[in-house]
C-alpha cells in the first residue's frame, strides 16, 4: 500500500510549490496540481525498473444464462441496460430467435451486429470469453507470460495464444474448456477510455477463473479523484522521489513561484537519477563457492 494518500499528495505539492493548503487554491490552481501528479505518475512508472510495474492478477467471470433481450429487424439497438460494462465485447448464445448470426455485446444497450431475425423478444446467454483487466484504477500494459486457467475440479491449464490467422477462421462459434487466449485493445480511437480485455477461445460456459501476471500502470487521475480515500500508486520508500518529480511538472506554473524552476528541475533530476538505481530485481539467491566434500 502506497504511504501517502492522494489528498496527501496533492497537499504537499500545494504546500511547498503554493504556500498554500489545497483548499486554498482556485479551480485551476487544483488542476495544475492534479495535472503535476498525472504527469510524474508517467515519467515515475517509466524510469522505475519494470518489477515495480508488475503484479500477478486473480480473475474471474460467470456467464449471465437467460438474459431477456429486445430485438428489433435491422438494428442493433436492444434497449438500455441490457449488458453490464463488464460484458462488453462478450459473446451472445441465443438459445431462441431466428437470426443464426454470431453476436457479441457491442455496448450496454446494443448488440456488435444488427439483428437479422424478427423484431421480439428473444433470451440470450452471456459468455464469459472476453474479462477486463483494467481494473481498480490499474491500467493494463501487457501480459507476461501465459495465463492459467483453472476448471471447476481445481485443475490448472496453461493457454496458449492464439493468432490471428487462427482468428480469422473461426467462423463458427465453439464453447468449451477454454485452450487458447489473446488480448485486445477497446476504446483507443472512440475517445472512450481504452481498455485491454483478455479473450479466451473456445467460449468457455459457466464460472472462468484465471491466474494472470501482467505490467500495469496506474489509471489517470481527476480533480475529483484527490478528495476521496485513494492512495498513491507508488511504493512508500519513493514517495518523495516521487513528490519532486511531480513537483518539476508544477513549478513555474502561475501561482506556483515559491521554489524557482531551477532548483525545481534540478531536484526532479536527482530524483529521476534515484529511481532508476533501484534494484531491478527484488530477491537474490544464495550463491555459495568452496571446494566439494571429500577434496
Not at 428473444?122 to 501465459?146: M, T, W, Y
Request: proline residues 6%; charged residues 15%.
Amino acid at each position: 500500500m502506497s504511504g501517502i494518500t492522494l489528498f496527501e499528495a496533492a497537499a504537499r505539492l500545494a504546500r511547498v510549490h503554493a504556500g498554500r493548503g489545497w483548499s486554498e487554491l482556485n479551480a485551476g490552481e487544483q488542476l495544475a496540481v492534479v495535472h503535476a501528479l498525472n504527469a510524474g505518475l508517467s515519467q515515475f512508472w517509466q524510469v522505475v525498473p519494470s518489477i515495480y510495474r508488475r503484479q500477478p492478477l486473480s480473475l474471474s467471470a460467470n456467464e449471465r444464462a437467460g438474459v431477456s433481450v429486445s430485438v428489433t429487424a435491422g438494428s442493433a439497438e436492444v434497449g438500455a441496460a441490457t449488458f453490464t460494462a463488464s460484458e462488453i465485447g462478450r459473446t451472445l448464445q441465443f438459445p431462441s430467435g431466428d437470426d443464426g448470426a454470431w453476436h457479441r455485446v457491442g455496448d450496454t444497450g446494443a448488440l456488435e451486429l444488427a439483428w437479422g431475425g424478427s423484431t421480439g423478444t428473444v433470451s440470450a446467454n452471456v459468455l464469459p470469453d472476453s474479462i477486463p483487466l483494467d481494473i481498480d484504477g490499474v491500467h493494463v500494459e501487457q501480459i507476461l507470460g501465459r495465463p492459467v486457467f483453472i476448471d471447476p475440479s481445481g485443475s490448472k491449464h496453461i493457454l496458449w495464444l492464439r493468432s490471428q490467422e487462427q482468428r480469422e477462421n473461426d467462423l463458427a462459434l465453439q464453447i468449451g474448456r477454454p485452450t487458447h487466449y489473446w488480448t485486445e485493445m477497446r476504446g483507443m480511437a472512440s475517445g472512450e477510455a481504452s481498455q485491454m480485455v483478455l479473450r479466451l477461445w473456445p467460449c468457455p460456459a459457466g464460472l472462468v477463473r484465471l491466474q494472470v501476471n501482467a505490467e500495469w500502470v496506474p489509471g489517470r487521475l481527476r480533480v475529483a479523484d484527490i478528495g476521496a480515500a485513494g492512495r498513491l500508486n507508488v511504493p512508500p520508500s519513493m514517495v518523495d522521489d516521487f513528490l519532486n518529480v511531480a513537483g518539476g511538472h508544477l513549478a513555474g506554473a502561475p501561482g506556483f513561484n515559491l521554489i524557482s524552476l531551477q532548483v525545481s528541475q534540478a531536484a526532479a533530476s536527482t530524483a529521476v537519477s534515484n529511481l532508476q538505481m533501484r534494484s531491478p530485481v527484488n530477491s537474490t539467491p544464495y550463491n555459495r563457492v568452496g571446494t566439494p566434500a571429500g577434496w
